[in-house]
């Protein structure tokens, strides 16, 4: 798609945000989940999508709230940081939090080197801290009652203390990296996860506003059948009971007659990581034919 036909508003249709960077490919994973293909050709930021009311661009998480809130796209997807840092006023419809790269929740901390003499916030009264995020970090200054002078950290942020900083505030999800550079957390300034965030006037468009619900529903749907399986087993009737007692299901399971009235089916969804330790049990129970099957959305 070219941007000439992105701005042609002719025919419906919704501008959705897609994030360039760390959250890309697992964004476009999620879409391909909930049913929507997009290709993004090299160098191109607008990805072509087989739905044709619907509209893509690329754009930097750091700055899709504020182009959401300007109305320049109807909807997108960016971290909770990056909207609170950015200042944009947009409506949240979902947290996207998912057990995939890049989409697992993250934490925005504020770190020094070992061994320095601060230890707890409120030393760093007149200290100097290098960070990506200054609005975040100055909000979270004011909210403590301190006053320090915080600059724009340009990349490498973890190397900074104790020379150029005397602490940072730098993302991370397990701390490996901080504790690979001798940095030592002491206090969490914001987590985040990715956002769906739409602006408040498309959301007064019915047809925006129903098309935008739709793809979040299947955009959760996905997210909801990230880690489960489905289970479909074979179970004689006079351990029909014996089975359902040990399984854990997300509903009641499903029970179905089959042609020899001694047997049934019995079908339900589990979290896939108790799969190893279920099946053999479920086999000891009486159950036979077990099929694990991937699922792609779950609904409701």
Known sequence: ????????????????????????????????????????????????????????????????????????????????DWVIESGGQVE???????????????????????????????????????????????????????EAQVEFSWGATEVKPPVLADAIVDVTETGSSLRANNLRVIDTVQESTPRFVANASSLEDPWIRA?????????????????RVGLAMNVPRQRLDAILALLPALNTPTISTLSDDNWVDVSTVIEEKLVRDLVPQLVEAGARGIIESSLNKIIG
């Open 92 to 146: 949240e419809l979902a947290d996207l939090c998912a057990p995939w790269p890049n989409y697992v929740p993250v934490r925005w901390v504020l770190a020094v080197k070992e061994g320095s003499a601060i230890e707890k916030p409120e030393d760093l009264q007149g200290k100097r801290i290098a960070t990506e995020v200054v609005g975040l970090t100055n909000r979270y200054l004011a909210e403590h009652g301190i």
């Open 1 to 80: 798609m070219s941007d000439e036909s992105y701005m042609d508003r002719s025919t419906p249709k919704l501008r959705v945000g897609l994030p360039k960077g760390s959250l890309q490919e697992t964004t476009v994973k999620l879409f391909a989940r909930a049913g929507y293909n997009i290709r993004i050709a090299s160098r191109n930021y607008y990805p072509s999508v087989d739905d044709p009311e619907i509209e893509c661009i690329l754009l930097r998480p750091q700055e899709m709230a504020r182009y959401v809130e300007q109305g320049v796209m109807d909807c997108g997807i960016t971290g909770r």
């Open 211 to 227: 098309k935008m619900e739709r793809v979040v529903l299947l955009l959760e749907g996905a997210i909801a059948a990230a880690s």
